[in-house]
């Protein structure tokens, strides 16, 4: 016991020695005035106290966390369109310059080093650059051109369309993440290191100085919840409401040694400047001493920084530790209104390590904390310290903060790390949305798990709706299946296609899915790496993540089953700076950016002063120049092994589809249970990655790795509770799947096979099943591939089921009503394989850089093959129902497709073969019919009727597909026939239904006339409609028994029916059945042959005895007659004027409007002058924008003249751009429409979307138009106005529509917007309210880069009228002209994609200059913009009947309103008001429709001039004088000022002459002789110094040629070269005579027996000619036995009998050169022929002149090149096929000759014109040195029209205004439905492609006015000649089949004078109703010829021997000498030099 008294006097007694000391030391007893301190420290705690300082209390808990219940990392892949819309419209700054200033601004983004976008050709520097100045903008103020090199993407690609990505993290928390435990060491290198944490450079910034050792550094950091420990922080069994925000629970950093810092004090000062402290501005400055104080201290700030920094000079700091510890702050009050902030979790930064005091006194230092105001501390909650502001006691300030500077420093102090993170998380769902082109967005959302309430959106309280909306819900919604609700059957009946097991496993599932229920992840990864300047590498020796939902109940699920989940990854990543070795692999390999050259490699390889791989890793440089863009290049290599035992129990995946305007939606959500994966991945040797163009999805096929991965699915199904549902607006699908499987091989940058063997982990059924595998037929060693990736996809599906709900108009007269739907039901099984091979494209070789594709871009270098691949669908159960109508389909059915050949391009360009097989399994499908009303479902068996639909040849088959690059079909046999099946029902019967050719005909008549084949057909149609039935029966018999009637009556060609007799018969056998009525319906029509027209009164009284029905439809009888009448009579037809017209783009109301741009003339002439020069910036820019518009041949030149270096890099890209355009849009220009083009909607919407997109990038940010209202809405089209999820908004929508509530959930989801800001640009124009407003302005150019934004109101009306708008469309007016016509002729018009392909559309014209749209609209139905209003209403009709049933009410388009604003002042027709009942019904709505069309044609004038002035060369002006001979001149002026050059010309002409007139003489003096001797010329010396002479003047006629080469200009010239023509023309015919060529002596011998019975009297020119006979002088000849007769004989003869006119007969006949019968010397001539066949013709494989030209041929050697031609095909089309032609002469190397007949007279015509007016390549084929025009023959020419064109065409016109008035009367005893069917088709018909070719294209060429458009821009060469043979019928050389058309052309032209088709007036060489320079031209180059006795099928034999009649045998009319249609005309143009012979042999 120990008794001590304390110094106040109190004693205790303490027993207990250490309790002692204790006390003593707690109440100082040792000390001095103790009780003083004592009563202090009572003090002290008594206010604390007071001021309730819980310093010592417990922190209130962390709040608990609530997860969201679907959380997810989202991926945008958004169109360029979107993404930098975005960001260029932030963008205040507008990057132009001005072509007139000398100081030129350019776009910043642009470099000053002109870049190819090509890697052949190396840099050159625009300081040391001149440009070509050929064409200036000085002309046009308005014009200043922007360049904006990332305006497009590289290429144009629709497959792969380019795309920004962007990464969403709205939907993330850091409440996923439960727990993290981390433990990393870092070895810092040695030496110093400046950490920039004060951006100015100047002052001292803090340094790390490493020791030589290196520095160790430590770290330690552990996230948790509040209150639990290490253990239950990774206790996956924890609920996650049980568990707190994530925080960090503590930290720290060790640094072994201790880390030397300098400059700490002048950092410690400058600190606070980096964040702005709460107290310091919220609390301290409100005192105002404190203020003072602080500023007092600020203002000395530098001082006391000197003053510390002395002091730190004298003291070493070394830091040591650094220890974070989480403290809690309460609420204190911050902010200028008092308000408090929430308490706080922050942590506490403290700091231990020592100071050594002048060099050797260390003072240690442990824990010390600095005020927050120094040294902030940040949060301690992980919510917040990931955040932009982590900063608990502060505000970063990061504008004052050099993040990349102080990021890298820190990153170069690093040596060597390794790492080990222990992580506990719940793994969020991963969801991509990829938005295309089209506005179609496209979303895939996968996550771990079952959720089988995909169908249902994120976070909120689940609605209580019904999965199915009530019946109540819009019909036009996605959900109104209201099928599903009416009978609850319907959608439980698949029930019994799936496993009992699963139904019980799926039932148990629980509806509602919620991420807070799931058990979480374990993550375990152990890291390593290493760092330098030069690389980084990064070691995974172990990932690892474990899911065990063993360990506590998933009651997301609710499920038994617990799988256990892993993923097991290893691997290493490294990437450096390259080498040389490794640019050169990457120059190869498409990885670097253009323009490199081998020296530049190593430079760029060995450059001192390259950034670090940390600096070009996370800060690449934005730049687009080469140097710049080099410098971010990085070569990287992984390795990456995904371990065997990875394996996922279960993964829901979501798929979506939406539309913003589009009806419905698609959204199926399915579970994938079991995946396995496992495999290699790795990098390919040298790979090469440029920092500056990551984001883009297209550079994924850059970085394809080296990869073997395997991967399987053992169970695949649909959950009945997802709601899952598919709707394209028309069609509802709920899908059910069930016991899918799949296994997925991919492969690729690997020589040889993997040593490893891949494991299958499918189930023994799976194994066991056979399938037909693509891997099966594969050699293991090809499964793997060198280039590229290989993927195998094999997969099988135990049941699948739809179905499905579609929209049906009603149909009254077929049983249809409004309120049936059709319902379909689809169930099954399906497996197959599906593999392609994405690959490298071999790609040859190119004659231009320019054009070729650029295999350094990876969307012009790639290529997929997914030959092999094949499916397979073996159907359990399928129905459709309609009412009370139902099919139902065999059991057991089976049916696949296996491709055979399909390799496609990223173009979308390619081809695919596949094969197609069926088997119905003997059985038939089967119809079933009940009473209306009634459905077939519930009928009994008594109550229903049946019948099978397909006989048994159809019940199985196989056959080949083949797809074309543009959509179109084909069917062949396959390759696979077990045996050639032949019959009816063979691959022909397909293809003629699908792509009809020449044999299809006759193949469909067989199957008509199978009896077996037509009752089936009765039994089906009997079931739909019964009047339907007898209809067809009554037609079908009709057709069996004329049938029967011609093959009675020998009848198998026309030819046998066209005699009137032969006529009458058969129609009297037809109608009577005997020949009773023979002589009642001969008169009748003897009358129409003679062009008399139809006598209805006798037709009407013939059929009113004949015809049974005929008083049931006397009516419709009586209309039919009047029909016939209009079309077999004759009709007025508006008769042609001789008018002046020059072409339109030299007219003076639009030349001035393109005074801004160059012409194609100075557009060729600046693209060729300075070649060794790059082009001005101003021109390559305008030649980009005017692209469009140009041919193209034209951009094909463009791109070809220049090397790829000599444009500006946009521009470049931008023409390569339209270049692929154009060449798509060619290919689809003569390919679309019908049957045969199905599936092209869905290939051209891949391709219109990709193109109009394009267009559509600029439109947002644009000038707004002046002729246009139109506000730029940026990125309409897919652009969402939140970063919400497409699949949100599918779920979001669905469960607004069950609570009814879906009007408008299509435009106002989530969204503040007025509906009209989601308007699309056709749409908004069409919803202007005041159309008055489109007069604001009227401006037809606005400059695409205007430097100051102008309101429409502020510009003068002279700068608005100035110029013509260009636009800046992609698309050119023609380019979607073909494009909407294409999808109006469509056969799925109707369908949703054909649909949005033509929305896209209108949108692109609707966002144009409203001239723009009017040339759209002028190229539609006419083709070349020549004007055609024919086409153009069928097109417009169709247009105005646009489909839009799958657009939403609100995105619908008043098609009547949108015309309208594009055309001011007209007023679009509507049909409601022509039909019966409207207030226009008297009228027509087609001639409303017409005029409409008419005017719009006008309208347009100004862009066909403008389209004149870009793409054709106009030579000359109209008023230039118009070359001649010289002698003409020579004449014409004074011959005093004449040239001295026309001295020696004028000389040689007089020679000339002077030896035609001697020849002349001695030849006349020889002819005498011969009359007198009656012997042949070749006997008589003096003819044959007559010919001699005559050779001697064709030689100088060839002189004076050779002097003047349009000498032949001269009258002189032209009597001698004509006379020459027609001399030769009668020995053509002569020899062929006498050489017994063909059937030209029995067609002479037949012909003379004929004109001998038509005219008696002899002619004047055979009464001279003695015979050898007795008789004496005799006109007739016996041709069949010429030599019985004298030489002259026969020519006095032939020449009676071919040529037409009296007078020239005579001077034929008399003139030597005919009597003489001069031949050209022997040899061949140098020359080919062109042939443009008429207007009916095989083209390439025609017959016309075969054996003349054959003969030619073995001759001469003169070749033949046939131009492939279309028959009734327009000038263009024709045209554009004669260009093709001589491409092929032009390979020859020879010169030419264009032989053009009928129709191809104009076509011959047209395509010299588009050379001529063409690029310089174009015309050097017309001019060129060797091989170009050098004559002309045309035969029977149409070049001026026809009156058979007017009068046709006013017969169509009448009859389709009379067919329009006869469904008007038949509105009273039709449905609606009916009528708008029948309107509709033939809509369809008149806007069909055929009518479009062939009615509209070729027959316009018959008009005056085609003829008109074409002479009025024609240009021609004035030194070519042109011959001409015209004809004229007699009764005797009028073929019978042409007689009725040849009286029709009589009445309607009034005069008998032509040969059936044109008269002998119009077939001319020249025009005769045109008058402009270019017809003085041809006149001067006329050469003319005599007038022949003819028909217009004088070439023809062979080709029209199918319409021969008996009568036309008999006078031998077909059998009309050949040659001589093209020997005279070779032989005259070579007697006089234009055709030279091949040596000089004469």
Not at 709 to 716: K, Q
Request: aromatic share 8%; charged share 20%; glycine share 6%.
């Amino acid at each position: 016991m120990v008794v001590w008294t304390s110094a106040s006097g109190i004693q205790l007694t303490i027993s207990n020695p250490s309790i002692n000391e204790i006390l003593r030391k707690i109440l100082l007893t040792d000390i001095e005035q103790a009780d003083f301190y004592l009563a202090v420290v009572l003090v002290a705690l008594i206010c604390l106290c007071f001021k309730q300082i819980h310093a010592f209390s417990r922190p209130p808990p962390v709040q608990r966390k609530v997860l969201p219940r679907r959380p997810a990392l989202q991926i945008l892949f958004k169109p360029d369109d979107v993404s930098t819309a975005q960001k260029q419209n932030d963008n205040a700054v507008n990057h132009e310059f001005d072509l007139n200033d000398e100081d030129m601004s350019i776009d910043p983004s642009i470099p000053n080093v002109i870049v190819s976008d090509h890697p052949l050709f190396d840099d050159i520097s625009a300081t040391n650059t001149t440009h070509s100045a050929s064409y200036t903008t000085e002309k046009s103020n308005a014009k200043k051109p922007i360049i904006r090199p990332h305006d497009l993407p590289d290429s144009f690609a629709p497959l792969l369309s380019s795309s920004q990505m962007e990464i969403l993290y709205e939907e993330l928390s850091t409440d996923l993440l439960h727990a993290v435990h981390i433990e990393g060491n870092i070895r810092l290198r040695q030496g110093n290191y400046d950490v920039p944490l004060d951006k100015d450079s100047s002052r001292p910034q803090l340094v790390l100085d490493i020791p030589k050792a290196g520095c160790k550094v430590t770290a330690v950091a552990a996230v948790g919840s509040d209150g639990f420990c290490s253990e239950d922080d990774f206790n996956p069994t924890k609920e996650t409401k049980d568990r707190s925000l994530p925080m960090v629970k503590h930290a720290g950093v060790t640094l072994d040694p201790p880390l030397h810092l300098r400059n700490v004090a002048p950092t410690l000062i400058h600190f606070p400047t980096l964040f702005e402290d709460n107290v310091v501005k919220y609390t301290l400055r409100r005192i105002q001493i404190v203020r003072y104080a602080l500023d007092m201290i600020k203002s000395i700030s530098s001082f006391i920084e000197k003053v510390l920094w002395i002091l730190e000079s004298k003291c070493q700091i070394h830091l040591g530790k650094v220890s974070v510890t989480p403290i809690y702050k309460g609420a204190e009050k911050v902010g200028d209104n008092g308000t408090y902030c929430e308490p706080q979790w922050r942590l506490n930064l403290a700091f231990s390590g020592h100071v050594i005091l002048f060099g050797y006194i260390p003072i240690p230092f442990v824990n010390i904390t600095l005020p927050s105001w120094i040294i902030p501390q940040p949060h301690a909650l992980l919510e917040y310290l990931v955040s932009s502001q982590p900063l608990a006691s502060a505000k970063m300030k990061h504008e004052e903060i050099a993040e990349e500077r102080i990021a890298l420093a820190v990153i170069n102090t690093v040596e060597t790390w390794d790492l080990k993170v222990k992580a506990l998380a719940t793994p969020p769902a991963l969801s991509v949305d990829l938005t295309m082109p089209g506005g179609i967005t496209i979303a895939v959302e996968a996550m771990h798990g079952t959720d089988v309430s995909g169908g249902r959106p994120r976070g909120g309280v689940e609605s209580g709706g019904h999965g199915i909306v009530e019946s109540h819900s819009n019909s036009d919604t996605l959900s109104s299946c209201t099928m599903f609700t009416e009978n609850d059957n319907n959608r439980s009946r698949f029930r019994r296609h799936r496993a009992e097991s699963v139904i019980n496993q799926a039932s148990s599932i629980s509806k509602i899915f919620n991420a807070n229920n799931l058990v979480p992840w374990k993550f375990n990864v152990t890291m390593n790496g290493k760092v330098d300047a030069n690389q980084i590498s990064i070691a995974c020796t172990n990932f690892s993540a474990v899911h065990d939902p063993s360990t506590r109940q998933d009651k997301s699920s609710g499920s038994s089953d617990h799988v256990a989940s892993r993923i097991s990854l290893s691997g290493n990543f490294a990437v450096c700076n390259p080498d040389a070795a490794a640019y050169e692999k990457a120059d190869l390999h498409a990885n670097l950016p253009r323009k490199v050259s081998t020296t530049q490699l190593h430079n760029l390889a060995l450059e001192a002063n390259r950034r670090s791989v940390a600096a070009t890793l996370l800060f690449p440089q934005k730049s687009s120049s080469t140097k710049r863009r080099h410098q971010n290049l990085l070569k990287y290599d992984y390795n990456l092994d995904i371990g065997e035992d990875t394996s996922l129990s279960s993964i829901s995946l979501s798929v979506g589809a939406t539309h913003p305007m589009l009806k419905g939606g698609t959204i199926i959500t399915t579970v994938l249970e079991s995946f396995y994966a496992h495999g290699i991945l790795s990098a390919r040797e040298n790979s090469i990655l440029e920092m500056s163009e990551l984001g883009r999805k297209r550079n994924i096929l850059r970085h394809l790795p080296a990869i073997d991965l395997t991967a399987g699915i053992r169970n695949v199904f649909i959950p009945e509770e997802s709601m899952s549902f598919s709707d394209d607006g028309q069609t509802r699908c709920l899908p059910e799947l069930l016991g899918g499987q799949m296994m997925l091989r991919v492969m690729g940058g690997f020589r040889s096979m993997s040593t490893s063997v891949p494991t299958d982990n499918r189930s023994d059924a799976s194994k066991n099943k056979k399938r037909f595998s693509l891997s099966d037929r594969i050699p293991s060693s090809d499964l793997y591939v060198e280039e590229g990736i290989r993927v195998i996809l094999d997969f099988g599906v135990g049941s699948l089921a739809l179905n499905n709900q579609t929209n049906v108009h009603e149909f009254p007269e077929l049983d249809i009503f409004d309120d049936q739907k059709f319902l379909s039901t689809l169930a099954g099984s399906i497996d197959g394989t599906v593999g392609f091979h994405l690959r490298p494209q071999k790609l040859g070789q190119s004659t231009s850089i320019a054009l070729s594709k650029n295999i350094f871009n990876p969307l012009e270098a790639y290529e997929i093959d997914f030959s092999g691949s094949n499916v397979g669908i073996k159907i359990s159960e399928a129905t459709a129902t309609l009412g009370h109508r139902r099919v139902i389909i065999p059991s057991e059915t089976t049916c696949g497709i296996h491709i055979v050949k399909s390799i496609v391009d990223m173009a979308f360009d390619g081809t695919t073969e596949c094969e197609f097989n069926w088997d119905f399994q003997g059985s038939s499908p089967i119809l079933q019919s009940t009473s209306v009303g009634s459905s077939p479902e519930e009928a009994i068996h008594e109550e229903k009727e049946q019948v099978n639909l397909l006989i048994y040849s159809l019940r199985q088959g196989r056959f080949n597909l083949n797809v074309s690059s543009v959509g179109g079909l084909t069917i062949t046999q396959a390759a696979t026939t077990r045996e050639n099946k032949e019959g009816l029902y063979d691959w022909k019967f397909f293809n003629a239904i699908v792509s009809p050719d020449d044999e299809s005909a006759g193949h469909i008549f067989k199957v008509l006339h199978d009896q077996r084949t037509m009752n089936k057909l009765f039994q089906v149609l009997r079931m739909v409609n019964k009047d339907l039935e007898k209809l067809a029966r009554y037609l079908l018999k009709q057709i069996w028994r004329a049938k029967e009637i011609f093959d009675s009556e020998g009848v198998s060609d026309p030819g046998h029916a066209i005699p009137g007799h032969k006529m009458a018969r058969l129609l009297s056998l037809f109608l009577s059945g005997d020949a009773s009525q023979l002589d009642e319906i001969l008169p009748i029509v003897i009358r129409v042959v003679k062009g008399e027209g139809l006598d209805v009164m006798k037709s009407k009284e013939l059929l009113r005895k004949n015809l049974s029905i005929y008083e049931d439809y006397a009516p419709e009888i009586d209309r039919a007659t009047r029909w016939a009448e209009v079309m077999l009579g004759s009709i007025e037809a508006p008769k042609p004027l001789v008018e002046k017209l020059y072409p339109l783009s030299l007219d003076p109301r639009f030349k001035d409007l393109f005074a801004d741009f160059p012409s194609a003339k100075e557009l060729y002439r600046t693209l060729l002058d300075k070649r060794h020069l790059p082009l001005e910036p101003a021109f390559s820019a305008m030649v980009s924008t005017l692209a469009p518009y140009m041919s193209f041949p034209q951009v094909e030149f463009t791109l070809q003249s220049r090397p790829p270096k000599d444009w500006q890099p946009g521009d470049l890209r931008r023409l390569r751009y339209v270049f692929a355009v154009k060449k798509k849009v060619l290919e689809i220009s003569e390919s679309y429409g019908g049957l045969s083009f199905m599936p092209q909607s869905f290939f051209v919407s891949v391709f219109v979307g990709e193109a109009t997109r394009a267009s559509l990038r600029a439109w947002g940010r644009r000038n707004i138009h002046a002729d246009s209202l139109l506000e730029p809405s940026p990125s309409w089209q897919t652009e969402k106005m939140s970063n919400e999820s497409a699949l949100y908004s599918l779920r979001k929508r669905r469960e607004m529509s069950s609570n009814n509530n879906l009007q408008m959930s299509a435009l106002q989801e989530d969204s503040e917007l007025e509906p009209g800001d989601f308007l699309s640009p056709a749409g908004r124009i069409a919803s202007m309210a005041d159309m008055r407003l489109q007069n604001a302005g009227n401006r037809i150019f606005r400059s695409s880069t205007s430097t100051s934004q102008i309101s429409v109101s502020k510009r003068s009306q002279k700068e608005l009228q100035d110029s013509f708008d260009v636009g800046d469309s992609l698309l050119g007016p023609e380019d979607i002209a073909i494009l909407i016509q294409a999808g109006l002729t469509s056969s799925m018009r109707g369908s949703t994609v054909v649909q949005l392909n033509q929305r896209m559309l209108l949108d692109l014209m609707a966002s144009q200059p409203r001239q723009f749209a009017v040339a759209v609209l002028c190229e539609i139905g006419s083709p070349g913009g020549q004007g055609n209003p024919r086409g153009l209403t069928s097109a417009l009709m169709a247009l105005l009947d646009l489909d839009q049933s799958s657009f939403t009410e609100f995105h619908c388009l008043d098609m009547h309103q949108l015309l309208e604003s594009w055309l001011p002042g007209l007023r679009i027709p509507k049909r409601e008001d022509y039909l019966a009942g409207g207030r226009w019904a008297s009228r027509s709505y087609y001639d409303a429709i017409y005029n409409v069309a008419e005017s719009m044609l006008e309208e347009g004038k100004v862009y066909t001039a403008f389209k004149g002035y870009i793409q054709r060369v106009r030579h000359h002006n109209e008023d230039d004088v118009v070359p001649t001979a010289k002698e003409i001149e020579l004449q014409a002026c004074d011959s005093s000022s004449a040239p001295n050059n026309f001295s020696h010309l004028v000389k040689t002409i007089d020679l000339a002459k002077i030896a035609i007139a001697e020849a002349d003489e001695t030849g006349h003096s020889a002819w005498h002789v011969i009359q007198m001797t009656g012997k042949s010329a070749k006997d008589i010396d003096e003819c044959q110094h007559a010919v001699e002479m005559y050779n001697s003047a064709f030689k100088i006629c060839r002189e004076v040629l050779k002097l003047d080469e349009l000498a032949f200009h001269s009258d002189w010239f032209k009597s001698f070269y004509r006379r020459n023509y027609d001399a030769l023309m009668v020995k053509s015919v002569y020899d062929n005579v006498i050489n017994d060529t063909d059937e030209v002596r029995e067609w002479l011998w037949r012909l003379n027996k004929a004109t001998s019975a038509h005219n008696p009297a002899s002619t004047p020119g055979s009464e001279s000619i003695e015979d050898d006979g007795d008789d004496g002088w005799n006109f007739y000849i016996d041709f069949k036995n010429p030599q019985n007769h004298s030489e002259q004989a026969i020519l006095s003869a032939i020449i009676n009998l071919i040529f037409y006119d009296e007078a020239e007969k005579t001077v034929i006949s008399n003139d030597p050169l005919v009597r003489l019968l001069i031949s050209n010397p022997d040899g061949n001539y140098d020359f080919s022929i062109v042939t443009a066949m008429g207007v009916v013709t095989d083209g390439k494989n025609g017959l016309e002149l075969e054996s003349a030209l054959q003969r030619l041929k073995e001759k001469r050697n003169v070749s033949t090149i046939r131009a492939d031609t279309g028959t009734a095909r327009s000038l263009e089309f024709n045209a554009t096929q004669i260009l093709d032609a001589i491409d092929e002469v032009y390979q020859l190397d020879k010169p030419y000759g264009l032989l053009g007949y009928s129709q191809g007279s104009p076509n011959a015509l047209m395509a010299e014109s588009l050379l001529l007016s063409g690029s310089p390549a174009q015309q050097g084929k017309l001019t060129g040195h060797r091989s170009h025009l050098v004559c002309r023959q045309l035969l029977f020419s149409a070049a001026n029209g026809s009156m058979h064109g007017p009068a046709t065409e006013a017969k169509s016109h009448r009859l389709i205004v009379m067919c329009e008035s006869f469904f008007k009367y038949q509105q009273g005893y039709c449905s609606r439905a009916f009528i708008s069917t029948v309107l509709n088709t033939l809509t369809g018909l008149l806007d069909s492609a055929p009518f479009q070719k062939f009615v509209a294209g070729g027959g316009g060429t018959f008009l005056h006015k085609g003829s008109r458009a074409f002479w009025r821009e024609a240009q021609h060469l004035s030194s070519v000649p042109t011959c001409v043979l015209r004809g004229v019928l007699e009764e005797h050389t009028t073929p019978e089949s042409l007689e009725m058309i040849s009286n029709l052309l009589t009445k309607a032209a009034g005069s008998n004078q032509h040969d059936s088709q044109v008269h002998v007036y119009e077939a001319v060489g020249r025009p005769i109703y045109t008058k402009n320079r270019n017809a003085i031209v041809l006149q001067n180059c006329e050469m003319g010829g005599a007038v022949q006795k003819t028909h217009h099928w004088s070439p023809l034999n062979e080709e029209v021997k199918f319409v021969s009649t008996q009568k036309d045998d008999e006078l031998g009319i077909f059998l009309c000498a050949k040659d001589r249609h093209v020997f005279p005309w070779v032989d005259v143009n070579a007697r006089f030099g234009f055709i030279e012979f091949e040596s000089n042999e004469d």
